[in-house]
C-alpha cells in the first residue's frame, strides 16, 4: 500500500461463524506482493494471468471446508459448491457471498466476459459463465492457484454445531427448536436472498429473495442433525411452495440451508425417506441448498413467542 493512503473498510462473510463482518481492504505494491506469493500465484492473480488446466477428472475434497483467496485469506467459494465442469479449470455455482467476490467487464480476449475478483485485495480469480448447474446456472470458472483450500467443520470450541432452517413464519419456527433438549441458542433472521442487510420491511415486500429462518445452534452429544431435521419435516407442511398457511411469499418458503457435505447428504436422505413414506400425496417443495451469509432479524423478532408466552409448533 502506497505511503499515507488508507484503503478503508469492506463488509465480508465469515464461513466459520457465519457473520457478516468488518474487515480492511488490502492494497499492495507489486513488489510487496511478490514478496508474499509464487511467481504462478503473482502471474494469475496481480496480472490476470490463466493457469494451465487440468487433465482428467477435477479434484472434488471430501473434507469440509472453503477455498480463501491465496492473497488475503477471505472466504470465497464452500467445498460444497463446487462441480467438476470438464474444463480442467475448478469450477463453482455459488460463493459464500456475494460480498466475498466483485465483478468487471473484461474485453481483453475481444469478446465480453465477466471476470471474478477478490472484494477485499481485487485478486483475479477467474470468470463467471451462465451455463452452470441448478440452483444458479452459473460457472464460476477460477484458477486453482488463486485459491487455498482450508478444512471449516461447522462446530464451535464449545463441541457444539450449528444449523439453519426456514419452514414459513420464524416465529414458530424459532420456538419449536429453542425448546429442545440439545438445543444451546436460536436466532431468528434473514438469510437464501440477495439484498445486503435486509430489515424486515425488506423482507416483506417479497423481493429480497431472503427467507425468514432460524439459525440452531445445538449439541451433537445431546441431538443429531437427523433429529433436528425429523423436527423440521414435522412442524410444517413441506409441499407448500413459497407460502406456510395465509403466509404468502417466498420469504415462507420451505428450506434447508446446510453447512457441510454432511448436512446436505442428510437432508437429501431424509427428504427421500419422506417422499417414499407416502405421508404427503403432493411433492415436496423444500429447496436443500448451500448455507449463505445469515442476517439476524430486528431485536423484537428475538423468541417473539416466548415473550408473549405463546407456544410453539408441535412436531408431533
Known amino acids: 500500500?502506497?505511503?499515507?493512503?488508507?484503503?478503508?473498510?469492506?463488509?465480508?462473510?465469515?464461513?466459520?461463524t457465519g457473520q457478516v463482518e468488518q474487515v480492511e481492504k488490502i492494497e499492495r505494491t507489486d513488489d510487496e506482493w511478490k514478496k508474499i506469493l509464487e511467481p504462478e500465484q503473482f502471474r494469475v492473480t496481480r496480472q490476470k494471468g490463466t493457469e494451465i488446466p487440468v487433465q482428467g477428472k477435477c479434484d472434488l475434497p471430501k473434507e469440509k471446508g472453503v477455498y480463501q483467496c491465496v492473497g488475503c485469506g477471505i472466504d470465497l467459494f464452500n467445498v460444497a459448491t463446487k462441480f467438476d465442469s470438464g474444463t480442467g479449470w475448478p469450477s463453482f455455482?455459488?460463493?459464500?457471498s456475494d460480498l466475498n467476490i466483485r465483478f468487471e467487464e473484461d474485453r481483453s480476449?475481444?469478446?465480453k466476459r465477466t471476470e471474478v475478483l477478490c472484494s477485499r485485495c481485487g485478486a483475479h480469480l477467474g470468470h463467471v459463465f451462465d451455463d452452470g448447474p441448478e440452483p444458479t446456472g452459473k460457472r464460476y470458472c477460477i484458477n486453482g492457484v488463486a485459491l487455498k483450500?482450508?478444512?471449516?467443520?461447522?462446530v464451535d470450541s464449545s463441541g457444539k454445531e450449528k444449523a439453519v432452517f426456514a419452514a414459513g413464519c420464524f416465529w414458530g419456527v424459532e420456538e419449536s427448536f429453542?425448546?429442545?433438549?440439545?438445543?444451546?441458542?436460536?436466532?431468528?433472521g434473514y438469510t437464501g436472498?440477495?439484498?445486503?442487510?435486509?430489515?424486515?420491511?425488506?423482507?416483506?415486500?417479497?423481493?429480497?429473495?431472503?427467507?425468514e429462518a432460524v439459525e440452531v445452534v445445538f449439541d451433537p452429544k445431546i441431538i443429531s442433525y437427523s433429529g433436528l431435521?425429523?423436527?423440521?419435516?414435522?412442524?410444517?407442511?413441506p409441499t407448500q411452495k413459497n407460502r406456510q398457511g395465509p403466509d404468502i411469499g417466498t420469504q415462507y418458503r420451505s428450506a434447508i440451508f446446510y453447512l457441510s457435505p454432511e448436512q446436505k447428504?442428510?437432508?437429501?436422505?431424509?427428504?427421500?425417506?419422506?417422499?417414499k413414506s407416502g405421508k404427503f400425496k403432493k411433492e415436496i417443495a423444500t429447496e436443500i441448498i448451500p448455507a449463505r451469509e445469515f442476517y439476524e432479524a430486528e431485536f423484537y423478532h428475538q423468541k417473539y413467542l416466548k415473550k408473549r408466552g405463546m407456544p410453539g409448533r408441535s412436531s408431533k
Open 1 to 16: 500500500m502506497k505511503e499515507g493512503r488508507t484503503p478503508g473498510k469492506i463488509s465480508i462473510f465469515n464461513a466459520a
Open 149 to 154: 483450500f482450508v478444512e471449516l467443520p461447522p
Open 229 to 237: 431435521l425429523d423436527v423440521f419435516w414435522k412442524i410444517h407442511d
Open 109 to 111: 480476449l475481444g469478446t
Open 178 to 188: 429453542r425448546t429442545l433438549k440439545g438445543v444451546a441458542t436460536t436466532k431468528v
Open 265 to 275: 447428504k442428510a437432508a437429501l436422505e431424509s427428504k427421500d425417506e419422506l417422499e
Open 193 to 211: 436472498g440477495t439484498l445486503k442487510r435486509p430489515t424486515y420491511e425488506d423482507v416483506c415486500t417479497d423481493k429480497t429473495g431472503h427467507a
Open 93 to 96: 455455482w455459488d460463493p459464500v
